[in-house]
């Protein structure tokens, strides 16, 4: 059974500091791309963040770059998002995708008070 399990979100001031892990299983991670994504309260979920199978390419949304850094353990079977500076506008759930099979996590709260 493929799954994806986010942590490490919480309640942070503005400038803070957060780091998300997302420990994947019943598929080979260490083969596919796998994205972050974040849904503000009552919007859309956009993508945040995307990182290729060997770490060779990674992307952001504008509005994080700089702030926010993806990265993987591929021995680990995880997926991390480094976030600093966080601002009231990060506030949302943060969700792990692995797009080549549509699969995503539960998500976990991030909410960033100003």
């Known amino acids: 059974q493929m799954r994806l399990v986010e942590s490490g979100g919480g309640l942070v001031q503005s400038g803070g500091s957060l780091r998300l892990s997302c420990v994947a299983s019943?598929?080979?991670?260490?083969?596919?791309?796998m994205r972050w994504y974040h849904q503000a309260p009552g919007k859309e979920r956009e993508m945040v963040a995307g990182?290729?199978?060997?770490?060779?390419?990674?992307k952001y949304e504008d509005s994080v770059k700089g702030r926010f850094t993806i990265s993987r353990d591929n021995a680990e079977s995880t997926l991390y998002l480094q976030m600093e500076s966080l601002k009231p506008e990060d506030t949302g759930v943060y969700f792990c995708?692995?797009?080549?099979?549509?699969?995503w996590g539960r998500g976990t709260q991030v909410t960033v008070s100003s």
């Open positions: 019943g598929f080979t991670f260490r083969t596919k791309e």
């Open positions: 990182i290729t199978s060997d770490s060779a390419i990674t």
């Open positions: 995708n692995a797009p080549t099979y549509r699969l």
